[in-house]
């Protein structure tokens, strides 16, 4: 079985404070996603990643970046934590190869923030 | 590119009553379009998937859905309600390259015993 992990379940921090957000992916996958997932307005993809090193803006990506050194795990991170960051957060990964399941994203099971 | 909408935010069954969750898609192409769950505190989870084969798409416990070009329509269905699929249904569309998906605003779904 795919398995998407996020570092944590929960967390809470102060506004203007440094926030990374952890996901690691078991299956090899090329392509990496960070979102947020907000009542009545679905998922939203902050960025995503294709290979090591890369990375592409989302549809949201201000106020974030990411990193990804290795294919395996892709960092989310808030440079200043603010209360509009207060969210669930949710990563997901995919492959590129057909028969892998091209096209299908796994999810991790997501990361609630509270930013007060 | 490619757009999905939920026409339902809430719907609410009783157990063993039929389920119809409703999608509309826009789209130049021939699209590709799936069915996610998510279960409460749960990650989402792939219920089915329409890459442009078969126009009836089964999907895991009991769900399928049909895509009607016609209609632009990729409703989800599933013939008798049970407890356990009370959850948060999302209609996604896959919109350029690198398996971006666009996700619908979702639909809560209630099964009432």
């Known amino acids: 079985d795919v398995k998407v992990t996020q570092s944590s379940r929960y967390l809470v921090k102060r506004t203007g404070e440094k926030v990374f957000l952890e996901c690691v992916q078991d299956?090899?996958?090329?392509?990496m996603f960070w979102y947020r997932q907000d009542p009545g307005l679905g998922l939203r993809l902050i960025y995503f990643s294709y290979d090591v090193k890369m990375k592409e803006k989302g549809d949201i990506p201000e106020g974030y970046s990411v990193s990804r050194e290795k294919k395996e795990r892709f960092s989310l991170i808030l440079e200043s934590a603010s209360t509009n960051q207060t969210s669930m957060y949710l990563c997901a990964s995919s492959s590129t190869v057909w028969g892998q399941g091209f096209h299908e994203q796994y999810f991790g099971p997501g990361t609630r923030l509270t930013v007060t | 590119a490619q757009s999905v909408t939920q026409l339902d935010s809430h719907v609410s069954v009783s157990e063993g009553t039929p389920v119809l969750l409703r999608c509309n898609y826009s789209s130049s192409y021939s699209p590709s379009l799936f069915w996610y769950v998510q279960h409460p505190n749960k990650g989402l989870q792939l219920l089915l998937k329409?890459?442009?084969?078969?126009?009836l798409v089964k999907g895991i416990n009991g769900f399928e859905a049909e895509f009607k070009k016609s209609e632009t329509s990729f409703h989800l269905t599933k013939p008798s309600a049970h407890m356990s699929d009370a959850a948060e249904y999302f209609c996604?569309?896959?919109?350029?390259?690198?398996?971006?998906?666009?996700f619908g605003a979702g639909t809560r779904l209630a099964v009432h015993p």
């Open positions: 996604v569309g896959l919109n350029g390259g690198y398996n971006k998906l666009i």
């Open positions: 299956m090899d996958h090329e392509n």
């Open positions: 329409y890459t442009s084969a078969a126009t």
